[in-house]
């Protein structure tokens, strides 16, 4: 039966150990310079109906790396934009494809896609999710704190696709996560109600980034503004100004907090200059996690 990765619904944490190991090993023979070529002859189809940077990049290379290769779908360049159904995109795509990384608008979409397609299906990113990117956050903790149990990370800003992945790795996990978001810009209420389930209470929401905060070994933010959000913009920025992680917020932290952010960012707004470039940034080593994590992924699923 073949596996996809569209949300962490169904996870266990056995499951995100085995990516993880996965993760440790493929980095250190990266970085080793020795050959691991586990997908040699293997093929993914890249859909972007999103633009993206670090998402293309990582998983292009990550095939290449794993002897494979990756190829760049768009809907202007593919009958997917001139109407053709998801479903028989999915399994045309499955006679050629031994894979299929979707960047795109819906969640209903991906789960579309991986219905009726007979070969693994990743979503590299909907307006509802970001699985990959926690991924790579969660190993990026544990390779500067030693462990994510116990850690508590405080996310700053908007309860967007990166807050609503989190709040679902929260729930399969035992780390401990405090959301500050302004009123009417929260997270998923389904994930919300799902990670409170059972008695469970690692997830919390409050209005103060402060609060958030306060004792924080992780603090993370994400643009205030997403894809597709431009034209409210101005709006946002004032809406959002009191949920800036800067000098002042780092200080509520823990004093070895570390700072992480998904990128793009933008100096000024959701995070300062002074703190994404400053001593206790990781979202370099962050970003570059991503390669490895997805790298992992693929190897498991392909």
């Not at 993880?20 to 972007?48: C, D, N, P, Y």
């Not at 700053?156 to 807050?163: E, K, L, P």
């Not at 100096?267 to 206790?280: K, L, M, N, S, Y």
Request: proline share 3%; glycine share 8%; charged share 25%.
């Amino acid at each position: 039966m073949k596996k996809d990765l569209l949300s962490f619904a169904g996870m266990q944490p056995p499951d995100f150990e085995e990516i993880w190991q996965r993760t440790v090993r493929l980095k250190k023979m990266l970085k080793e310079g020795k050959k691991h070529a586990s997908l040699e002859g293997k093929t993914l189809g890249m859909i972007f109906d999103k633009s993206s940077t670090r998402t293309r990049i990582s998983f292009e290379v990550g095939m290449y790396q794993l002897g494979g290769i990756a190829l760049f779908l768009n809907s202007r360049d593919t009958q997917i934009g001139r109407g053709e159904t998801l479903a028989d995109s999915a399994r045309m795509m499955s006679c050629y494809l031994d894979g299929i990384m979707i960047r795109t608008f819906a969640q209903e979409s991906v789960e579309e896609l991986a219905r009726y397609a007979t070969i693994p299906v990743i979503n590299g990113l909907t307006d509802l999710l970001h699985p990959c990117q926690i991924l790579a956050d969660l190993f990026t903790i544990q390779e500067k704190k030693g462990s994510y149990e116990g850690v508590k990370v405080a996310y700053i800003g908007d309860g967007n696709n990166v807050a609503n992945s989190w709040i679902e790795a929260a729930t399969h996990l035992p780390f401990e996560l405090a959301l500050a978001c302004p009123e009417g810009y929260d997270p998923d209420n389904r994930l919300m109600k799902e990670s409170q389930k059972d008695g469970r209470d690692r997830v919390r929401l409050c209005r103060d980034p402060f609060e958030a905060a306060a004792g924080a070994d992780v603090l993370y933010t994400d643009v205030w503004t997403s894809m597709g959000q431009e034209a409210e913009s101005q709006e946002r920025k004032k809406i959002f100004a009191n949920y800036q992680i800067n000098g002042k917020l780092l200080r509520a932290a823990k004093k070895d907090a570390i700072v992480m952010h998904c990128l793009p960012a933008h100096r000024g707004e959701e995070i300062t200059a002074e703190v994404i470039d400053g001593p206790q940034s990781v979202v370099v080593e962050e970003a570059e996690n991503r390669l490895h994590a997805q790298k992992a992924v693929l190897e498991i699923l392909l």
